[in-house]
């Protein structure tokens, strides 16, 4: 059960991209900048991201990024050995999500909603504990204690957004990611992550098309 479930999550993901692709790279605006947040609860931790958003239709992007994010969850920790006294567990993600943001025309500040998927990947886990009186931290084996590297889920946000000069823009956002991806592999327990984060950046214009102009220039070509 649990692997149809990933299959079915990650063919959708896919199936987003495939859908999406031919609209993104036939439109007039692909703008790509920074970002960088944290988390609104104990479960998200540091987040850094380079975000890109491609024109689809007016006031309709698509909106995603790679990214860096940090997750805790603390039914990682009853998975680790009980001679030791640990805190927490801490896992780092390289993140890929895929969202449409919606976006209503109000000046100088305007509000948007966003909603899409989110794939993982796991490249670091390490746990906090106590010892003798004195914190200290452990690097984990994603395999040896039987978390899955792969995660993925739904995320749903909301935000605003200001321009500067040159066509820039500012942004920060409120986003919920809910796992649909049970991390444990073992039959025994399911464990899902999730979190709340806040996210700030800014993107510009990596470049624009002239479709009008390439028109003009296709008719005259063949003339």
Request: hydrophobic letters at 40%; one cysteine or more; glycine letters at 10%.
């Amino acid at each position: 059960m649990k692997k149809t479930v990933d299959l079915i999550l990650f063919r959708i993901f896919w199936l987003f991209l495939v859908i999406l692709s031919p609209l993104a790279f036939c439109q007039a605006q692909i703008s790509i900048g920074l970002s960088g947040g944290g988390g609104f609860t104990q479960s998200t931790g540091f987040r850094a991201a380079i975000p890109v958003e491609i024109d689809l239709r007016k006031s309709l992007y698509l909106f995603g990024g790679p990214a860096f994010i940090q997750r805790r969850n603390q039914e990682v920790v009853r998975k680790l050995s009980f001679m030791r006294d640990y805190l927490s567990a801490e896992m780092d993600y390289f993140s890929f999500p895929v969202l449409i943001k919606a976006r209503l025309e109000w000046q100088p500040i305007r509000i948007y909603g966003m909603v899409g998927l989110e794939l993982n990947y796991g490249l670091r886990i390490q746990a906090t504990g106590l010892e003798d009186q004195r914190l200290f931290k452990e690097r984990l084996d994603f395999e040896q204690i039987e978390i899955s590297r792969f995660d993925g889920g739904f995320l749903v946000g909301g935000g605003f957004e200001a321009d500067l000069r040159g066509r820039r823009k500012i942004f920060a956002d409120l986003r919920y990611y809910q796992g649909l991806t049970d991390i444990d592999p073992s039959p025994l327990g399911e464990i899902y992550n999730e979190g709340l984060y806040v996210t700030l950046g800014f993107i510009m214009p990596l470049f624009k098309r002239k479709l009008n102009q390439s028109k003009k220039d296709f008719k005259t070509l063949r003339h």
